[in-house]
C-alpha cells in the first residue's frame, strides 16, 4: 500500500484505477513515480526472500515478475480481501508463496492508518511479528525487504535487528525527515525521487535500536 496520492503518481495497470476494487485477471496499480518504480523493480527481480511492509502493486509485481517467497504484513483486511480478488494472488497464495500478514491494530481508516490508539497495545506487533514467527532460518534468507505502510521507522529498526543481510528499500523517504533517523544505521546505496534503497550499516549500536523502538513501535507513521 502506498500512501501516496494518486494524482501524483503512476498506477500502473492494464486499466484505469479507479478505485480499490481489483479486476480479477488485469494489474493491481502501483502508485509511484516512474523512477521510483522502475529501481524498485530492478532490486525487486533478484529477490528470492521478501517481506513487505503494506501491501498493493508491490505486492502484484513480485508475484509477477519472481519467483520470490513473499510475506506481507498489512494493518487493512479489507484491503487484503480485496487485492485476494486478483487471480495472479489467488494463484500465490493457493502455492504457499505468499502468506498475508494481518495485524490487528484496531480501526483503520485511509492507508492503514489506525483510527484511533484503542488497540495501541498491538501496535508493536506490526513492525515486530513477522520476524519472530519466521525461523532464524528463513529469517537469515530473507534478502529484500520493502518499507511502504504504517510504522515504518520501526520496521526498518526491526529489518537491522533480525535481517541485517537485507536489502531495505523504504518509499516516501526523502520527502520525510521524520525518518532521517534512520541514517544513523543505514547506508543509501540507491535511490529515485523519494524511494531510497539501504543496507544496515556495520556493526549497529543494538543498544540504541532498542531504545528508539521504545517510541517509533507505537508511531504509525
Known amino acids: 500500500m502506498l500512501d501516496s496520492s494518486p494524482n501524483q503518481c503512476l498506477a500502473v495497470s492494464t486499466s484505469p484505477a479507479t478505485s480499490q476494487t481489483f ?17 524498485f523493480t530492478q532490486y525487486a527481480l533478484k529477490s528470492k526472500a521478501y517481506i513487505e511492509f503494506g501491501c498493493g502493486g508491490s505486492t502484484f509485481l513480485l508475484c509477477y515478475l ?32 505468499l502468506r498475508f500478514y494481518p495485524i490487528n491494530i484496531g480501526e483503520v481508516q485511509k492507508w492503514g492508518f489506525p483510527k484511533d490508539e484503542s488497540q495501541r497495545h498491538s501496535f508493536p506487533l506490526y513492525s515486530q511479528s513477522i520476524f519472530v514467527s519466521l525461523d532464524s532460518t528463513l529469517r537469515s534468507q530473507i534478502d529484500t525487504i520493502f518499507i511502504d505502510g504504517r510504522f515504518r521507522v520501526a520496521c526498518a529498526l526491526n529489518a537491522i535487528l533480525y535481517c541485517p543481510q537485507s536489502i531495505i528499500i523504504i518509499h516516501d523517504f526523502f520527502n520525510r525527515p521524520h525518518y532521517h533517523i534512520l541514517l544513523d544505521f543505514l547506508e543509501c546505496i540507491d535511490s529515485a525521487n523519494s524511494l531510497g534503497i539501504f543496507q544496515a550499516k556495520p556493526t549497529p549500536d543494538k543498544q540504541a535500536i532498542l531504545k528508539l523502538l521504545e517510541h517509533y513501535q507505537f508511531d504509525p507513521m
Not at 479486476?23 to 529501481?39: N, Q
Not at 510475506?71 to 502455492?95: G, T
Open 66 to 97: 519472481t519467483q520470490a517467497q513473499i510475506f506481507s504484513v498489512e494493518s487493512n483486511p479489507a484491503f487484503i480481501n480485496e487485492l485476494s480478488q486478483n487471480s495472479l494472488i489467488q494463484n500465490a497464495l493457493a502455492h504457499n508463496r
Open 23 to 39: 479486476v480479477p485477471d488485469t494489474f493491481v496499480p502501483m502508485y509511484a513515480l516512474p523512477a521510483e518504480i522502475t529501481l
